[in-house]
């Protein structure tokens, strides 16, 4: 045989060998993770500002990141929303691409961050997330929650997010679907909906409102006030067919004061001198 024949034959060994290896890599790390998640309870919000200061680019922590995060989807009372450790577990996916969980705990941290609006921890969230990932189902969803929530599409966002982890059969969905089903996660987005209508409306159609909020009728309405103290805030009345809003400074007219800086006899003489 050619000796260049022999070279491309040994490059295409060798480049096979690599694939291999990285393949059973990417496995035992996985069910390492795997395991380590499943037999260790989620780590306390301490433990994890601890990591966080003093291991945060140290990929041993991704297992203890990603319980947390599950933590924060099944358990808010006792793990809160943290930010910094889920934007911390997608940069680790970036730097180590073979411990991603693309699928299942970046979707989580995703929704976390979309339970969030108005803040932009999705949009910051959003640049770690490689495109191909966020192009797939469920993130995909996520995607187009953010961006119709950021255009103020919210009657059209609730039938998005309803659909959510629904068309994926992936056993590690099931956290991600129960968590778009639930109530208090609803309610969070509806009481931010109604903050961001208050910047723009100081009286609205009822209808309009009901249609934001994913309500059926003002009884609806009426039993979200009770349950959400911050709803009572923004809202004073509600009427047959009109909501009435808090007057802020962002839904309220404001007069204008004009004020003369110059007077008629200044511009006069410059007239005068002008003519001259």
């Keep these: 045989r050619k000796p260049q024949s022999r070279a491309r034959e040994t490059k295409g060994r060798r480049e096979e060998t690599v694939r291999t290896r990285y393949k059973e890599q990417k496995k035992q790390t996985h069910a390492h993770t795997h395991i380590h998640t499943m037999t260790d309870s989620a780590p306390s919000q301490s433990t994890i500002i601890s990591l966080l200061e003093h291991s945060a680019y140290d990929p041993a922590i991704v297992p203890q990141l990603e319980a947390y995060a599950k933590s924060q989807v099944s358990s808010p009372q006792t793990s809160p929303y943290n930010f910094d450790a889920n934007r911390t577990l997608a940069k680790l996916y970036q730097f180590f691409p073979h411990l991603a969980d693309e699928g299942g705990t970046t979707a989580l941290i995703l929704l976390l961050a979309l339970l969030e609006f108005p803040s932009t921890d999705f949009i910051a969230l959003g640049c770690l997330v490689p495109e191909k990932v966020q192009s797939r189902e469920p ?127 200044s511009i006069a003489n410059l007239v005068a001198a002008a003519r001259e």
């Design 139 to 265: 993130c995909a969803s996520l995607v187009r929650c953010a961006e119709l929530l950021e255009n103020c599409q919210f009657s059209s966002f609730w039938s998005t997010f309803r659909q959510i982890g629904t068309h994926d059969t992936d056993p590690s969905s099931a956290l991600l679907k129960s968590a778009a089903a639930s109530p208090a996660n609803a309610d969070k987005l509806r009481s931010s909906i109604l903050t961001t209508l208050t910047l723009t409306y100081r009286t609205a159609p009822l209808s309009v409102v009901l249609s934001c909020l994913d309500l059926a009728d003002s009884s609806a309405l009426n039993a979200f006030m009770d349950r959400v103290p911050e709803a009572k805030k923004v809202i004073t009345s509600v009427a047959v067919d009109e909501v009435t809003f808090v007057a802020t400074g962002d839904n309220t007219k404001r007069s204008r004061v004009y004020k003369e800086e110059i007077n008629f006899g």
